[in-house]
């Protein structure tokens, strides 16, 4: 596989910056990975570049001096309004509809993002581009597990592994590309067109962003409108509603059975007698997979099904799954401490995704939640906590909505302990106290309030259940 050549591109000469007054010229909004990507794959391909940030610290005070070794012109602490821009790319998390934006696309500037530009210089390559609230990131990882399996060269990009456009700049291009899409990053792409499209759930999220979750849907549907093959989880009860309008040429998947499918049943892929079927063919049996619940089931599903329209073997898929560990803060195990499993689950920041967690796991439970809280509906959350929680553990800047929550439910067996490390120590005291089986980190929350993301969150996590372990060994 080839290397990113990006620390091999030389600083423009003097003759260079001379054709600079005839060159095209481009902003890049947002100096993050994405961006930073973005700006040298512009700059390989005879661009003027100028990258811009809002934010101003000594961390990016470093990076702008090693970009503009490249050519690139940094402005830190700069609010954009376009100029004479003959192409905008913005980083997903630019939204989309600030004034500058909406008034470049107005006047006609090529205003795009980091993952429409990625496209342009790879549409040549077949892409499986997954998407949806809950369960893609697994299901990316999963695919691109058995794609390496089947001896194809494959590189997974967007949330997951690197930007698009770091693979443009390889000198080796993968056989495919296996992308992970935001709505962020769907939102501004107009020609991306994946092989194999790919939407695992859709719940309520991003609403301060999308405003609505119809907007949101909307942005979902259109890279599944793009797609030559899609791809759907017929077991989320918004995607099963729409299986009667524009979708019946899609692979629907079930792990409740083949009579659950939408759309053409021939051409589904669904679970029977603890086998996955594909289009009535036994690929391998289902209880090979090793990661816990029906939607980690679900999420085999929809990977086997891409790799079947890809054409890869059945004994390569089995292989795969059968070694694949599981992706990291998803579920996953940490230790077992005194008989009781830890489990992070940190990737859910969101009540559906934190529902689905709680519902995956043995009871009785010790749950630790909170952090900076979304917008959304809790009730089958709150339900499911009730059911299968022996204490909740609060942490975070909603920890006291969340008390009150669980309260207007009937729920009191909680303590706000406002931090991870009070939490993890509370636990395993909980946990012998209540015999719970588990101890799970499902926060229901963005992380953004005590830590810098959701994997600095669980790698916290980690650390604090694996320092009870040594504590006992000391």
């Given amino acids: 596989m080839g290397k990113l050549i990006e620390d091999r591109t030389p600083a423009p000469s003097m003759s260079l910056r001379l054709k600079k007054l005839h060159m095209k010229k481009a902003t890049v909004i947002g100096l993050g990975r994405s961006g930073i990507a973005a700006a040298k794959l512009l700059i390989k391909h005879g661009y003027t570049v100028t990258l811009s940030d809002s934010n101003n610290n000594p961390s990016l005070e470093t990076q702008k001096q090693g970009l503009e070794t490249f050519g690139i012109n940094v402005k830190l602490g700069d609010k954009f309004t376009h100029t004479t821009e003959d192409i905008i790319v913005v980083s997903p998390g630019v939204p989309w509809d600030i004034l500058p934006l909406v008034k470049a696309r107005e006047s006609g500037i090529d205003t795009i993002g980091e993952m429409e530009l990625a496209?342009?210089?790879?549409?040549?390559?077949?892409?499986?581009?997954?998407?949806?609230?809950?369960?893609?990131?697994?299901?990316?990882?999963?695919?691109?597990?058995?794609?390496?399996?089947?001896?194809?060269?494959?590189?997974?990009?967007?949330?997951?592994?690197?930007?698009?456009?770091?693979?443009?700049?390889?000198?080796?291009?993968?056989?495919?590309?296996?992308?992970e899409l935001s709505s962020y990053q769907i939102e501004s792409t107009?020609?991306?067109?994946?092989?194999?499209?790919?939407?695992?759930?859709?719940?309520?999220?991003?609403?301060?962003?999308?405003?609505?979750?119809?907007?949101?849907?909307?942005?979902?549907?259109?890279?599944?409108?793009?797609?030559q093959h899609k791809i759907f989880n017929g077991d989320d009860r918004y995607l099963y509603d729409l299986g009667d309008s524009d979708w019946q040429d899609a692979t629907w998947t079930s792990v409740k059975g083949r009579e659950y499918l939408q759309g053409n049943p021939e051409s589904g892929v669904w679970i029977e007698d603890d086998w996955v079927m594909f289009r009535n063919e036994k690929v391998l049996q289902a209880d090979s997979l090793k990661m816990p619940g029906d939607h980690n089931l679900q999420n085999l599903l929809m990977a086997v099904g891409i790799a079947k329209l890809a054409g890869i073997k059945n004994s390569s898929i089995a292989s795969a799954v059968a070694s694949f560990p599981g992706v990291a803060h998803r579920l996953e195990y940490i230790c077992t401490y005194q008989g009781v499993d830890y489990i992070n689950d940190s990737k859910a920041t969101n009540y559906d995704a934190a529902d689905v967690g709680l519902s995956a796991v043995k009871a009785p439970t010790i749950l630790i939640a909170g952090g900076a809280a979304k917008e959304g509906d809790d009730l089958a959350w709150l339900n499911t906590i009730k059911q299968k929680a022996a204490a909740v553990l609060l942490i975070g800047d909603a920890g006291t909505q969340f008390a009150d929550r669980l309260r207007s439910v009937g729920y009191t067996n909680f303590e706000i302990v406002e931090t991870m490390v009070n939490a993890v120590s509370r636990s395993s005291q909980l946990a012998q106290k209540y015999q719970a089986k588990v101890v799970l980190l499902s926060p229901a929350c963005a992380s953004?309030?005590?830590?810098?993301?959701?994997?600095?969150?669980?790698?916290?996590?980690?650390?604090?259940?694996?320092?009870?372990?040594?504590?006992?060994?000391?």
Avoid: M
């Fill in 190 to 227: 107009f020609t991306l067109k994946p092989q194999i499209g790919v939407w695992t759930t859709l719940t309520p999220d991003h609403l301060a962003r999308h405003k609505t979750v119809e907007n949101y849907a909307t942005i979902k549907a259109k890279l599944l409108r793009n797609s």
């Fill in 119 to 179: 496209w342009r210089y790879l549409q040549d390559i077949p892409w499986v581009a997954i998407t949806g609230t809950n369960g893609k990131t697994t299901t990316t990882a999963l695919t691109d597990a058995i794609f390496k399996a089947a001896g194809l060269e494959t590189i997974a990009c967007g949330n997951i592994g690197f930007a698009a456009c770091e693979l443009a700049l390889l000198e080796t291009k993968p056989a495919w590309i296996i992308a």
């Fill in 448 to 474: 953004f309030d005590q830590y810098d993301s959701f994997e600095h969150r669980g790698d916290d996590f980690r650390q604090l259940c694996q320092n009870l372990r040594q504590e006992v060994k000391e």
